[in-house]
């Protein structure tokens, strides 16, 4: 009788237990969530970091438009109808000219 009750693992499951998956949620987590995040805003960062004038470009909010001027934090870009506005660099999403001229 006493050999059974020390061969029984202790009620609730002991730390190792808990902690365990509680370990693989944050691997699973960093895995599929942090890691594809990070991996993208650097990608964005080049993308931006190789922009230059003449260059299609489309903003986060959506206003496309072709570079006419950079200085270091800005772009003047020119929309429709010769329109120019001012834009941060954190502004631009996706760049147009890449995406319309199909790599040979």
Known sequence: MTLTV????????GMLGTLGPMVLIMIVFYFFMIRPQVKKAKDLKKMVAELKKG?????????????????????LIE?????????DKSAVSLDATKAVVPKA
């Open 6 to 13: 020390i061969l029984d693992p202790p009620p609730g499951g």
């Open 55 to 75: 260059d299609k470009i489309v903003t986060t909010a959506g206003i496309h438009g072709r570079i006419t001027d950079m200085n270091e934090t800005t772009f």
């Open 79 to 87: 929309v429709e109808g010769g329109t120019k506005i001012r834009f």
